[in-house]
């Protein structure tokens, strides 16, 4: 089996480019799910982070809350919550929140953590605020690390997103879950392929953010 | 390889380690190279044991109800039985039966007809099993149909049904005009099956606004259905919520979901006479109204379909 | 027959029965894409231009949702097991290299120079010096690639009974039986977070000259624990 052959054959289909079911609407919805997870995500996980690395208090209780968060299978949590809850999107943001909230969480506060503690001293012996000395000090040199673990977050979202098709929603899982039943391989391998170009563009984006959010000194360093 | 797997593990300080570790790598790689090769079917391997018949069903409850069925008269009739359940849809089940990874499948002679064949007709039952046969892959065959019926239909909810006015005796052909503002949901392989979404159009000229994947029939399609979130649905008419539900199901005049007898489909050299004969005093017993009582027995009172298989087998005799 | 430890017999199996299945299509794995890590991570630390395009290749293939890979494999390998656990060797592979090439690369250099100068040989040194001073950061990755692959197992339901615990959460759609999807989750998280009390007990044993209850982390054995591309899916 070539697997290229299925994936020249799914993009040269033109029925694949329109409609309900064609590429850039499920692409879009992929998107989607995608950022409203990161955007919750990042809501919960990076003021405590920032907070708990700033103070250096609850390190452990992080710790703990991550790998206990990184136990709970996604997969699981969709169909129960799916079961419970009913149709929508709110059960599928709640795995991929559980997903994307350790990895947030624990890089922040290790990225605040490990900021060199000799400048964040001056800013306090400057008397400025504690408020000031966390976001004009210690985040722009944590910075660079911060946007490593919101990337790692996002990557997992883009991939686990998916099986937001398995409960009947949208997105780019939908060629993968249709593809299983209707023994459509060029469905499967065509809509991997989305779901990994996307991850790739994920990347490039926290690249491109990369370059222009974080302060030349301390990228050089 | 688990022994080396686990001991290596916590013995990576050794000189062994590495060695294991390449020569497993290399293994590994060479398993996979050697399947890769698309020349020879990797599915051989895993051919049902001989003498040991095993018996296949699809991803839906009543589909698992019906293999535990075929599956303990087997048993009783002295063969050695061995289940793959839940496997996925017939698109998937029936590529394993041609390659001989299931000996016996429950399936339903018209929607299969309509598989291997979407332009075939369907007059009678008889004719849809002798046309069946004919599309079948050489190393198959259908067993007798049973009187038990269980079709795919397109159903509407309540509400849909109260706001178009459409009633019992309403059809699929009433739908014309109401189909573009309808959302109609349905296993995924619904929407790409003759008797499915393209016979829809193509026999009724239905056009619906969109299509819900959900399952085959299952919790989900009800689900979607009661609470509006599609309108029309692929429901199998012996579906025990149609009644629960008020859904309602729309009759088919040009016969687009043709005849849907429950019926084995066997491979020839996997089952010896014996099975043959027990599968046929199955099907010889199970008419529409039974399947409807064992099917609300798996879905509405939540019995075992294992337990509600043996029950049945012994109260008609078969066991 | 409404029970939480009340298991279809479709699922052909106990709930004592899914578990150990659970654990051997999980862990499996594991161990194979830890005894591929091995050697790969041993070459791009000898030639250091192969692992930037390892690393990109690895990334990509993390990013392919895993029930494609089973979709496209049940060609090859069928209904099976096997199905499900290569794919997952694939990604603890992905977790596993950065992991060991990181915690190699932070053994000090005055360190192999001593080890040198003792007269080992590069052979012996990298096994006797340089893997145990990587332990942490090895046994870091092996603790993600094992909470992601007990996890990822379930989604094996979706293939036709091949997700162990995971078949319990289709049984749970198909029987409307929610207690069924909570005993999944449950057992699932609880196997997971076993496994990783577990390794974290290996990591005290292999590295005896570690503070004992030291929660700090080597920087390598921290990134690693902190920012793979991917923990659970």
């Known amino acids: 089996m070539n697997v290229l052959h299925f994936v020249d054959a799914f993009f040269s289909d033109s029925a694949h480019w329109h409609g309900y079911d064609g590429i850039p609407q499920r692409f879009w919805e992929h998107l989607q799910y995608s950022l409203l997870a990161l955007a919750v995500a990042a809501a919960v996980g990076l003021p405590v982070g920032l907070l708990t690395g700033h103070t250096g208090r609850g390190g452990n209780a992080l710790a703990f809350i991550a790998n206990a968060a990184r136990a709970l299978p996604s997969f699981g949590l969709l169909v129960l919550a799916v079961l419970l809850i009913g149709f929508g999107l709110l059960p599928v943001m709640i795995p991929l929140v559980v997903l994307a909230v350790p990895p947030i969480l624990v890089t922040t506060y290790e990225a605040v953590r490990s900021v060199d503690p000799a400048p964040v001293d001056a800013a306090r012996g400057m008397g400025m605020h504690e408020s000031r000395i966390l976001f004009r000090v210690e985040v722009p040199v944590a910075l660079p690390l911060i946007l490593s673990g919101l990337r790692s977050a996002a990557i997992q979202i883009v991939s686990t997103a998916t099986i937001a098709a398995y409960v009947s929603l949208g997105g780019l899982g939908r060629y993968i879950i249709d593809g299983l039943y209707q023994r459509d391989y060029e469905k499967v391998v065509g809509g991997a392929t989305l779901v990994a170009v996307l991850a790739l563009l994920t990347l490039a984006v926290f690249w491109a953010a990369g370059r222009l959010a974080v302060s030349p000194g301390v990228r050089r360093r | ?319 | 027959m409404t029970g939480f430890f009340d298991i279809p017999s479709d699922l052909q199996h106990s709930w004592a029965g899914l578990i150990g299945l659970h654990l051997r299509e999980a862990l499996l794995p594991v161990a194979a894409g830890l005894l591929l890590a091995l050697p790969i991570a041993q070459l791009c630390g000898r030639f250091r231009w192969l692992y930037p395009p390892v690393l990109g290749l690895t990334t990509v293939l993390y990013a392919v949702p895993s029930l494609a890979f089973f979709v496209v494999l049940i060609d090859y390998t069928g209904q099976t097991e096997l199905t499900v656990m290569i794919p997952l060797a694939l990604y603890s592979l992905v977790v596993l290299v950065p992991a060991i090439v990181d915690g190699v690369r932070s053994v000090p250099d005055e360190t192999l120079a001593a080890a040198t100068a003792m007269g080992f040989g590069s052979v012996r040194r990298y096994l006797q010096v340089q893997l145990p001073i990587a332990a942490p950061a090895v046994i870091a990755g092996l603790r993600v690639a094992t909470a992601s692959s007990i996890s990822l197992v379930g989604v094996g339901a979706l293939i036709g009974n091949q997700g162990a615990l995971g078949n319990l959460l289709a049984a749970a759609q198909k029987y409307d039986r929610p207690e069924l999807a909570v005993n999944a989750v449950v057992t699932m998280a609880v196997l997971a977070i076993l496994c990783d009390v577990l390794l974290v007990a290996l990591r005290v044993l292999l590295t005896p000259w570690m503070p004992r209850g030291g929660t700090r982390l080597k920087p390598a054995a921290r990134r690693a624990e902190i920012t793979p591309e991917g923990a659970v899916r």
């Open chain 2, 1 to 319: 390889m688990t022994s080396t797997a686990q001991s290596s593990r916590s013995r990576t300080r050794h000189t062994g380690a590495a060695a294991v570790a390449l020569t497993a790598a290399g293994a590994l790689l060479a398993g996979c190279s050697s399947s890769g090769d698309p020349s020879d079917n990797p599915l051989d391997g895993q051919k049902a044991e001989a003498g040991t018949v095993v018996v296949g069903s699809n991803n839906f409850a009543e589909s698992t109800l019906l293999a535990d069925i075929y599956g303990e008269a087997l048993r009783a009739a002295g063969l050695k039985v061995d289940y793959k359940h839940n496997i996925g849809s017939r698109e998937t089940t029936y590529g394993l039966m041609k390659n001989g990874s299931l000996t016996v499948l429950p399936e339903y002679n018209g929607s299969l007809l309509a598989y291997l064949d979407p332009e075939a007709g369907q007059e009678s039952a008889q004719a849809v099993n002798e046309a069946v046969k004919a599309r079948l892959d050489k190393s198959l065959t259908l067993l007798e149909s049973s009187p038990a019926e269980n079709k795919d239909s397109v159903s509407v909810n309540a509400e849909t049904a109260g706001k178009h006015g459409l009633t019992d005796e309403s059809t699929l052909a009433d739908l014309k005009d109401m189909a573009p503002e309808l959302v109609i949901g349905g296993s995924p392989e619904f929407q790409t099956r003759q008797q499915g979404l393209e016979g829809l159009e193509t026999v009724y000229g239905l056009t619906f606004k969109s299509f819900k994947a959900l399952d085959a029939g299952g919790p989900l399609t009800q689900a979607a259905l009661s609470g509006n979130e599609v309108q029309a649905a692929d429901v199998f008419t012996t579906d025990p919520t149609i009644v629960k539900e008020k859904f309602v199901v729309l009759k088919d005049p040009e016969n687009l979901f043709g005849f849907a007898n429950v019926t084995p489909l066997v491979s020839k050299e996997g089952l010896p006479r014996e099975g043959v004969e027990a599968l046929n005093a199955v099907s010889a017993k199970l008419d529409t109204e039974t399947l409807l009582d064992l099917d609300a027995q798996v879905q509405l009172e939540k019995k075992d379909p294992l337990d509600v298989a043996k029950a049945w087998l012994k109260s008609a005799g078969l066991d």
